[in-house]
Structures are given as structure tokens and as C-alpha cells.
């Protein structure tokens, strides 16, 4: 079946970087872009950009332009968002999600991983 | 940057009611938007996208209409698992999201 299966739980200091991953199964995954969504405790859910895992092209939300980087390695069909310069207000479960969209990115997601939770503490 | 202000907050009702949630757009999206549901610990699910258009495996009790800035879904008649909050997202510009509607029981 189609999922997407998320890296653990991370805890990180202040001003450091932290790397998610996103492994894909039960799809052909160079075809559907991926995108990352947080979700800060007790808040809304917030967008942060797709990469197209065939192309590798991105699209970032503003708010995290120069901060965010997001990456693939086809060969493990996995996604990756780093995100660096880290302030306690990134803290937050952060998902993958898999866009609708054959080869095109509506921005609809139709597959979501669990999340993985980032606390930024000093 | 479209904003999408999403109301009541909080809507209180009973099983087997009917629930009619709104989402306003700063500015026109067209119809590209959708509809999510989140139950407390889980990721979203899509419910509806272009909205009007039922995600695969979504009930028929819910439906979503509207154009330009002002959309509604509707949960015809409220299931005791519908309890949850619902979110709107807009792809006109990037992928927004509205801030919530909390759908609880009365």
C-alpha cells in the first residue's frame, strides 16, 4: 500500500539544523511531487514547499526561503527537509505528504506521514 | 499573500446534525480549493479538492461548494467520528491553509 514512513522524533538546540526524512513505498515515486507541512503545538497546519523528486525543483514558502532545503535520493525513493538556523518556535511535528498530482503539483495532498516531532530547547 | 479566515472557531453540535463550515478568501482562488480533517494525534485527511471534488473514499455526507472567496463545506449529517477539527487550503497562491474549525460535540 501506499505510505509514507517518517524519521524519529528530534531534539535540537537553538541555531542548529535539523533533518527530516520521508521514505516513500507503494508508488512510483518520481512521479507525484512531495510536500512538507509543520504543525506547531496546539496551532494550525502551515506549508513550507514541494520538491519534485524527478527534477529535484523546489518551491518554498516564503516565510522559510533561505532556511529550508529540500532534498531526494531516488535510489532509497526518500524525501528529505532541512531545516537550519533553528528557534524555539520551530518547534513542531512536521509532515511529509504526497501532492494528488501526476507529474504536477496541485498542492492537494492525498498521503500523509505520521509526522515527526522537532523540539528546539535550550 | 491569500489569507483564508475559517469560522465559527469552535462549532458545537450533536450527532446526526448538520454542520456548515465556512472558509473566505482574501482574494479570488478560483475553485482551487480543498478541505482537510484532523482527528487529535493523526495527520490530516483530504476530504475535498477543488472545491467541490470528493477525495477518494469520502463519504457522500460530505460536500463542499463555492467559488471566488467564499466556501462551505458541509457534513450532512454528523457521525460520532466527524468530531474534529477541519482546515481549508487554497493552491491559487502556494498552499495556504485556513486556521481551523473545531467541529465538537454538543
Known amino acids: 500500500q501506499v505510505q509514507l514512513v517518517q524519521s524519529g522524533a528530534e531534539v535540537k538546540k537553538p541555531g542548529a539544523s535539523v533533518k527530516v526524512s520521508c521514505k516513500a513505498s507503494?508508488?512510483?515515486?518520481?512521479?507525484?511531487?512531495m510536500h512538507w507541512v509543520r504543525q506547531a503545538p496546539g496551532q494550525g497546519l502551515e506549508w513550507m514547499g514541494w520538491i519534485n523528486p524527478n527534477s529535484g525543483g523546489t518551491n518554498y514558502a516564503q516565510k522559510f526561503q533561505g532556511r529550508v532545503t529540500m532534498t531526494k535520493d531516488t535510489s532509497i525513493t526518500t524525501a528529505y527537509m532541512e531545516l537550519s538556523r533553528l528557534r524555539s518556535d520551530d518547534t513542531a511535528v512536521y509532515y511529509c505528504?504526497?501532492?494528488?498530482?501526476?507529474?504536477?503539483?496541485?498542492?492537494?495532498?492525498?498521503?500523509w506521514g505520521k509526522g515527526t516531532t522537532v523540539t528546539v530547547s535550550s | 499573500e491569500i489569507v483564508l479566515t475559517q469560522s465559527p472557531a469552535t462549532l458545537s453540535l450533536s450527532p446526526g446534525e448538520r454542520a456548515t463550515l465556512s472558509c473566505r478568501a482574501s482574494?479570488?482562488?478560483?475553485?482551487?480549493l480543498a478541505w482537510y480533517q484532523q482527528k487529535p494525534g493523526q495527520a490530516p485527511r483530504l476530504l475535498i479538492h477543488d472545491a467541490s471534488n470528493r477525495a477518494t473514499g469520502i463519504p457522500a455526507r460530505f460536500s463542499g461548494s463555492g467559488s471566488g472567496t467564499d466556501f462551505t463545506l458541509t457534513i450532512s449529517s454528523l457521525e460520532p467520528e466527524d468530531f474534529a477539527v477541519y482546515y481549508c487550503q487554497q493552491r491559487s497562491n502556494s498552499g495556504a491553509f485556513g486556521g481551523g474549525t473545531k467541529v465538537e460535540i454538543k
Open positions: 507503494g508508488y512510483t515515486f518520481t512521479g507525484y511531487y
Open positions: 505528504a504526497r501532492d494528488i498530482g501526476l507529474s504536477y503539483s496541485y498542492y492537494y495532498m492525498d498521503v
Open positions: 482574494q479570488s482562488v478560483s475553485s482551487y
